[in-house]
């Protein structure tokens, strides 16, 4: 993985451990110790928690349910005959993902799912670019039969709101409350 994931993974509160053989044994060596808010988090906040700021008082990021990102690292083989994903899913159009991903071998490490659109986030094993590799996304309304590139690996981590990130945006946000208050 680049550096700039890595100091990423390090900035969520996460850990890595790379130096494999391979892109999924990569992610597997990732450890993030929570679920994320996304960038953007601000515009979803109840009236309750815009209140509580424009008054001064804190609001917690463990309290903010929407919209989150939870990290994993879960083997996704819907054309890998004899696994679980090939019984369940084993109807998928493989020539739409292919015109999409590219790629020869159709493994994927789902590596995000949120409970806001789109739902799972995804690299295919077979990307040559273990450094930083491609990021795909579906839905669970159309899952796998609509995908889209989403950016890189590292645009994923990117997503994810730090601690440090979460501080920044609440204390604009604080700040523009209480003046909005003021006036």
């Given amino acids: 993985m680049n550096t700039a994931i890595k100091n990423r993974i390090v900035a969520l509160g996460g850990d890595y451990h790379f130096g494999g053989s391979t892109l999924e044994s990569d992610l597997r060596g990732i ?61 998928l159009d493989e020539s739409m993902i292919r015109e999409v991903v590219g790629k020869e071998s159709l493994e994927f490490m789902i590596v995000g799912e949120t409970d806001s659109f789109p739902n799972f986030y995804f690299v295919c094993l077979s990307d040559q670019d273990r450094e930083n590799p491609v990021l795909y996304s579906t839905d669970h309304e159309c899952f796998f039969d609509e995908i889209t590139a989403e950016g890189t690996l590292q645009d994923f981590f990117h997503l994810l709101v730090s601690e440090e990130d979460y501080c920044e945006v609440v204390n604009q946000l604080t700040a523009v409350l209480q003046a909005e208050k003021e006036q």
């Fill in 31 to 91: 450890d993030l110790p929570k679920s994320y808010l996304i960038k953007g988090f601000e515009d979803f906040l109840q009236d309750t928690m815009y209140e509580k700021l424009a008054e001064g008082q804190p609001v917690l990021d463990a309290e903010i349910s929407y919209p989150r990102m939870h990290f994993q690292k879960r083997l996704f083989t819907p054309f890998k005959k004899g696994t679980d994903d090939h019984t369940e899913f084993g109807d």
